[in-house]
Every structure is written in structure tokens, then in C-alpha cells.
């Protein structure tokens, strides 16, 4: 089956503190996942990728997570600025094309 | 760079009428490209796999009568809306591949559509 979009959860947290946001991904084939953020009206950034054979890439102030048991993925971002406001999804790459996850509203408060 | 165009990137229509929508890859050869649907406060769904030169590939309950979708070059795709609804009214994003990097998918800035 397919991860399918419901209305998005939110996640607020004070400037300068760590968030982590969490996804479930449907098809235990899948071996290819990236993190986006999307701000308002605008299209998908690229954050972070991770593929099947690693459990845990790292970047510039973002760590990616994946557990293939429970098929899960988390983004952990350090020192949480106000730029970081938006909308964060995971998704399930097969070859260019997107599976989105549900979706997280990430607050950011000053 | 590899970067990815839509035109318009908003527009108004009255209902009934019909709505193109341009995907271009600027400086790269796209054969395939993709397009996304997103309502307000949802996740993107794909909508159907342009393959050019060939018809597209659509997902399940997307309707290919209502959606056209024409890849005639390596540069550009185009989704055509016919007879749009106001519950037609939607975010509209496209993607493409290059052939030497299948994987990484380049958004275009997305296409927010007004049925009225």
C-alpha cells in the first residue's frame, strides 16, 4: 500500500532546542528515503537522503535515523532556528518517483 | 545546477474550462518527469509519471481523461486540467529525473490552481 497525506500533526519548539520528527513508511521493499521541507507555496527542498544499507547519515545540524524493522524514519535538527519553520515529509524513492509520508508542521518560537 | 521550471506559478480559471500547466528542465534532458497534487494542509500525491515520447502512466484514481499529460520533448511536460471543478483547486507540482541520476528528483516551484 501507499503512505497517503491526511491532515498534517504539528510540532512546536522553542528556538535553539533539538526537534525530531518522525514518519512511517509503507513498503518494506523501499530502499532509497529522503527528507524534504516545504515552505508555504513553494516546491519541496531536499534536506537529507539515507539509504537502505545505513541506519543513520548525518548532515549539517540534521541527522537522519532509519529503522528498517519498524519501518520508521526520523529527522533530528539541532539547535532549532526560525528559519526552520515548515512543513517537513519523508518520502520513499523508487527511481525519481516520490511516495510522500504524512507530513510534519514544524513551529519554531522565538 | 539542475533546475526545473513551471509556468504559471498561480492561476485563476472559471469553471468548466481547461488549465495547462508547463514543467521545463532548464539544463538538463528529462525523460521522465512527474506530477504531484497537494491540498491545502496535505501531503503530496503523485498523480502520474510523464514518460517523453511515450503516454503517461497514471496512478490509481487519477482520472487520464481529466489530467492530460503530454511529454513531447526531453524539456518540457505539460498537464492539462480539462474541465476544471473548483474541487480541482489544488497545488500542482512537477519533478524530474535525469537519466544520470534517476534518483534525484528537482522540483519545480509548484502551481497553485484556482477554480472558481
Known sequence: GESVGLHLPTLSVQEGDNSIINCAYSNSASDYFIWYKQESGKGPQFIIDIRSNMDKRQGQRVTVLLNKTVKHLSLQIAATQPGDSAVYFCAENGGGKLIFGQGTELSVKP | ?116
Not at chain 2, 50 to 58: D, H, I, L, R, V
Not at chain 2, 86 to 104: G, H, K, L, V
Request: proline share 3%; net charge neutral.
Open chain 2, 1 to 116: 545546477g539542475a533546475v526545473v521550471s513551471q509556468h504559471p506559478s498561480w492561476v485563476i480559471c472559471k469553471s468548466g474550462t481547461s488549465v495547462k500547466i508547463e514543467c521545463r528542465s532548464l539544463d538538463f534532458q528529462a525523460t521522465t518527469m512527474f506530477w504531484y497534487r497537494q491540498f491545502p494542509k496535505q501531503s503530496l500525491m503523485l498523480m502520474a509519471t510523464s514518460n517523453e515520447g511515450s503516454k503517461a502512466t497514471y496512478e490509481q484514481g487519477v482520472e487520464k481523461d481529466k489530467f492530460l499529460i503530454n511529454h513531447a520533448s526531453l524539456t518540457l511536460s505539460t498537464l492539462t486540467v480539462t474541465s476544471a471543478h473548483p474541487e480541482d483547486s489544488s497545488f500542482y507540482i512537477c519533478s524530474a529525473s535525469r537519466p544520470d541520476s534517476r534518483d534525484e528528483a528537482f522540483f519545480g516551484q509548484g502551481t497553485r490552481l484556482t477554480v472558481v
